[in-house]
Antibody, heavy 117, light 110 residues
C-alpha cells in the first residue's frame, strides 16, 4: 500500500524555522518526482515546490524562494521541506505528493504548520 | 488570486449532470495537460482526472474531463450525494515554471 506520512508540523513564531518530513513507503521512491502543496485555513491549494527523482532539480513558487528548501533522501525514502524565516501567511496544512499531475498521484494526509506570535 | 479560474460554487440534484470549468492561458492549459482533484473537508485531495481526460483506476466513469484551447472542464453525470466536495484543477505553467491550481469549486448536491 502506498503511504506518504508527513511529520514535523508545529506552532512557530514569525521568523522561525521548521523542517517537514514525508516518509514514503509501498512504492519505489526513486521512480517519482515529489511535490509539496499547501492549503491555508479555509483556502485553496497552493503548490510550493517539487524535486526530481535524483534530487538535483528543484523548483519553487516565488512566495517561498530563498526561504524554503526541498530535498530528498532516496536511501531513507523520505522527502523534506526546510522552512526558514517563516511568516504568518505560511500558516497552512502542508501535503507531500507523489506524481502530482500524473496517473500515479498520491497525497499524504497533511501536516499543520502554524506561524503565530 | 489563482492563475487558473474556477467558479467558486456549483450545484445539482441527484442524477443530474453538472460541469465545472477551469480557465487558464496559453502558458498553462493551452499547452499542458490538466489534472482534476476532489477534496472532502478535513481530508487530503485525491486525483480524479489526469492528462485532460484520463481516469485513474478506481474513479467511476461518471467523471469525465475535457480540454479546449485554454479551458478545461470536469463533468459529473448521475450526480450522487457523495459527490458533494471541493474540486480543483491544476496544470504546469511553462512560463512561471510552477504548478498552478484553480481556486476550487464547491459542489453542492441539493
Amino acid at each position: 500500500e502506498v503511504q506518504l506520512v508527513e511529520s514535523g508540523g508545529d506552532l512557530v513564531q514569525p521568523g522561525g524555522s521548521l523542517r517537514l518530513s514525508c516518509a514514503a513507503s509501498g512504492f519505489t521512491f526513486t521512480n517519482y518526482w515529489m511535490d509539496w502543496v499547501r492549503q491555508a485555513p479555509g483556502k485553496g491549494l497552493e503548490w510550493v515546490a517539487n524535486i526530481n527523482k535524483d534530487g538535483n532539480k528543484k523548483k519553487y513558487v516565488d512566495a517561498v524562494k530563498g526561504r524554503f528548501t526541498i530535498s530528498r533522501d532516496n536511501a531513507k525514502t523520505s522527502l523534506y521541506l526546510q522552512m526558514n524565516d517563516l511568516r504568518v501567511d505560511d500558516t497552512a496544512v502542508y501535503y507531500c505528493a507523489r506524481d502530482l499531475l500524473g496517473p500515479s498521484c498520491h497525497w499524504g494526509q497533511g501536516i499543520l504548520v502554524t506561524v503565530s506570535s | 488570486q489563482s492563475v487558473l479560474t474556477q467558479s467558486p460554487s456549483a450545484s445539482g440534484t441527484p442524477g443530474q449532470r453538472v460541469t465545472i470549468s477551469c480557465s487558464g492561458s496559453s502558458s498553462n492549459i493551452g499547452r499542458e495537460s490538466v489534472s482534476w482533484y476532489h477534496q472532502l473537508p478535513g481530508t487530503a485531495p485525491k486525483l480524479l482526472i489526469y492528462s485532460n481526460n484520463q481516469r485513474p483506476s478506481g474513479v467511476p466513469d461518471r467523471f469525465s474531463g475535457s480540454k479546449s484551447g485554454t479551458s478545461a472542464s470536469l463533468a459529473i453525470s448521475g450526480l450522487q450525494s457523495e459527490d458533494e466536495s471541493d474540486y480543483y484543477c491544476a496544470a504546469w505553467d511553462g512560463s512561471l515554471n510552477v504548478v498552478v491550481f484553480g481556486g476550487g469549486t464547491k459542489l453542492t448536491v441539493l
